[in-house]
């Protein structure tokens, strides 16, 4: 098929093109810099540059593509977030600008896909730190997300689900969302390169416990969640699969296996009140009342496996 890859150069991007490339797929590979085409080459696929915010661009690199699968890795939460971001992530450029490729540049590409009469989009969502904070530890798609977060988490949350209501009531195609774990694995935060934003303050001893850690977690290897992509672009139908590891586990559980694997040492433990006042609420949520995922969904009607099932292999042998 006639594949075309919004954010081929992120983290999921870098590892989904080659997939596609290798089961026979021709992609064409969007990124912003013209810099970045080498890359896009490099993965396999013809690179195209747009900017995803500005409508008549997307729509000029989708025309030029004509595809029959559109997929969304747009995000621009790449980047270190600040102490201060993290206490307010709702005024941090991470949030505010992914909230914008969440909504204007879904309702771009969406327009283009139309306009060419694609028959499947493929956009990407998130499941890990599940904004649920009632009901079971491990939850499917179908139950419901938080319907009061915490102020500090609603504009994220609104973001997801106006990407998620756009995409899965297109009348032209399969609109369908993946709502992955949390990343691990090149490229990602969790890794084993020196520049890896979350590693460095593990290994300081500055990503603590906070409370019970009774926040439920779940994991994906990016490697896995590029694969679920490519299953998704074959044969995905439109809703939404929650694309994780087969072990959702409180953080004061896998924190303290991946501080090893990073040869760190363990984790210190805070407080609750003290874990709010530096790291704020977000971060204070996540780590004591988040529900994990459930991958039931994408297993059974994508067939897919992941490959590192749970994090407790992949910590160890898939960071690199
Ligand atoms: N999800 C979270 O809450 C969270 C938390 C902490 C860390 N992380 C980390 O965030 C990363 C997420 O991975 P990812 O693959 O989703 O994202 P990513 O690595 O940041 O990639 C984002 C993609 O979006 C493209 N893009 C962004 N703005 C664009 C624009 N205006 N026009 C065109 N393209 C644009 C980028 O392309 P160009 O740059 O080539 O234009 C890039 O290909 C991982 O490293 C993960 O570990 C996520």
Known sequence: MNVFVAGATGALGRQLVPQLVARGHEVVGMTSSAAKQDLVRGLGARPVVAD??????????????????????????????SARDMRHPERSYAVTMTNRL???????????????????????????????RAGGPVQ????????????????A??????????????????????RYGGFYGPGTAISLAPDAPFVAPIRKRRFPIVGD???IWSHIHIADAA???VA???????????????????????????????????PR???????????????????????????????????????YASWRLGFTQGLG
């Open 52 to 81: 995803a915010l500005d409508p008549d661009a997307v729509a000029q690199a989708v025309a030029s593509a004509a595809p029959e699968v559109i997929v969304h890795q747009l995000t621009a939460l790449s980047g270190e977030m």
């Open 102 to 132: 969440r909504t204007e540049a879904t309702d771009h590409l969406l327009a283009a896909g139309r306009a060419v009469g694609a028959r499947r989009f493929v956009a990407q969502s998130f499941a890990a730190f599940r904004f649920a």
């Open 140 to 155: 499917t798609e179908a139950e419901p997300l938080d319907p009061d977060p915490p102020p500090s988490m609603r504009a």
């Open 157 to 178: 949350q609104a973001g997801i689900v106006y990407l998620e209501r756009a995409v899965t009531t297109i009348e032209w195609g399969e609109g369908v969302v993946l």
């Open 213 to 215: 850690g009774g926040g």
């Open 227 to 229: 694969a679920a992509t």
């Open 232 to 266: 998704a672009v074959e044969h995905g139908h439109t809703g939404i699969y929650n694309v994780v590891d087969d072990e959702p586990a409180p953080v004061r559980e896998w924190l303290p296996v991946l501080a090893d694997a990073l040869h760190a040492k363990p």
């Open 269 to 307: 433990r805070v407080p609750r009140w003290l874990g709010r006042l530096a790291a704020g609420e977000m971060a204070t949520v996540m780590m004591t009342e988040v529900r994990g995922a459930s991958n039931e969904k994408a297993k059974r009607e994508l067939g897919w496996r992941p490959r």
